[in-house]
Structures are given as structure tokens and as C-alpha cells.
């Protein structure tokens, strides 16, 4: 059986220089080339063959780094669209292990029976939409956590998951509705205060 998960924000192939995805986000690597190494390993740790890899924008730097960095990752990948990316990019999913699927900007997964809007940024959520938004985009900012349960957002930028893929069976066993806030996907909970 597939197991699904999450990410986004790897930016693979990043430049590097003084506005660095890896200087500006206090990335923990000394250039772009050790992060691309670092998030292959992690990313290859908890990914088979068979499960399904859900990257929310922003994969690489440049159209052709899709093919390079996705023929080095296991799984089947589903994309969705981020700042980084282009339209143009579909041209080269077909000669890499990513999936048909494709999202301009949002998608709805549902898992055991919950629904999760799928996003790279939570700007890009419908007005009417009230259930849970899984989304990247916003990688250090204090106020998108790994999970804010007022917002019912969870951010699966790659610098709160410890640049590794993360299980969405794992993240529906944290009792979601139960979560006020959660910094990173290794922190402990806050939850709610019951009456």
C-alpha cells in the first residue's frame, strides 16, 4: 500500500550568494549543493518506490533541475504550483517520476474520510473554504507554524519538517482538531484547554 506525503519549499539548485533561499531562511548548510544532498537522503529515508509525494511549490530552482533532482527521489510525485514555479515547467514532468496530477494553485486531498485543501501558499486558499490547508511557502515566519490550529493551516515547508518528506497518516494521528499550535513537525503541541 502508498503511503502519502508532504512537502514543499525544497528549491533544489538554488543559487547561492548573499539572497540564497539557504542564507535568507538560515538554512543549516553551507551551500546549495549540500542542502540538494541532505533533503535526497532525507527524502529517500522515509519514501518507497510505490508511495506518492505531494510537493507543494517551489521543487527547484530552474525548469531543467526538475528532471535532475526528481530522477534522484523515490516516489510518485504530485505537483502543485508554487511562486517559484512556472506553467512551463509541466514540460518537463514527463521525463521524470512526477505524476499527471498537476495543481495550478490548489487541490483537495481527501484522507480517511477528512478533507485537506492542498496549497503553496495560504493566500492561495478560496474564500470558502473552512476545513484544514496544507501549504508551504512561508518557511521561518513565526506566525505560520508547523501547525496552527486556530487557522487550521499546516505548513509542510520544508525547514519545519527537517527538509524530509512527512507522513500525512502521521500528521492526522496528532488529533488535529485538538492542536492549538505546533512549531515544528519535532516540537511538542500546545493543545487546547478544555472547559
Known amino acids: 500500500m502508498s503511503n502519502i506525503f508532504l512537502i514543499s519549499d525544497t528549491h533544489f539548485n538554488e543559487y547561492d550568494g548573499p539572497n540564497s533561499v539557504v542564507r535568507l531562511f538560515h538554512r543549516p548548510f553551507k551551500n546549495s549543493m549540500e542542502m540538494n544532498r ?16 505531494f510537493s507543494l511549490g517551489d521543487f527547484a530552482h530552474l ?11 523515490n516516489g510518485k510525485i504530485v505537483f502543485v504550483l508554487g511562486n517559484h514555479d512556472f506553467e512551463g515547467d509541466r514540460k518537463w514532468m514527463g521525463r521524470t517520476n512526477f505524476q499527471d496530477a498537476w495543481f495550478p494553485l490548489t487541490g483537495i486531498l481527501t484522507y480517511k474520510n477528512k478533507d485537506f485543501l492542498l496549497a503553496h501558499s495560504p493566500d492561495d486558499v478560496p474564500y470558502w473554504w473552512r476545513g484544514w490547508v496544507i501549504h508551504g511557502h512561508h518557511h521561518i515566519r513565526p506566525q505560520f507554524p508547523f501547525i496552527d490550529g486556530k487557522k487550521r493551516n499546516i505548513n509542510v515547508a520544508s525547514d519545519l519538517v527537517d527538509f524530509t518528506p512527512v507522513s500525512l497518516d502521521w500528521i492526522y494521528s496528532l488529533n488535529l482538531d485538538g492542536i492549538k499550535r505546533m512549531e515544528r513537525k519535532n516540537s511538542i503541541p500546545m493543545r487546547w484547554e478544555r472547559d
Do not use: G, H, P, T
Not at 38 to 53: A, F, H
Not at 63 to 73: F, G
Open 38 to 53: 541532505k533533503i535526497i537522503e532525507n527524502w529517500n529515508s522515509v519514501v518507497k518506490s510505490d508511495d506518492i509525494v
Open 63 to 73: 525548469s531543467e533541475d526538475m528532471v535532475k533532482y526528481a530522477s534522484q527521489l
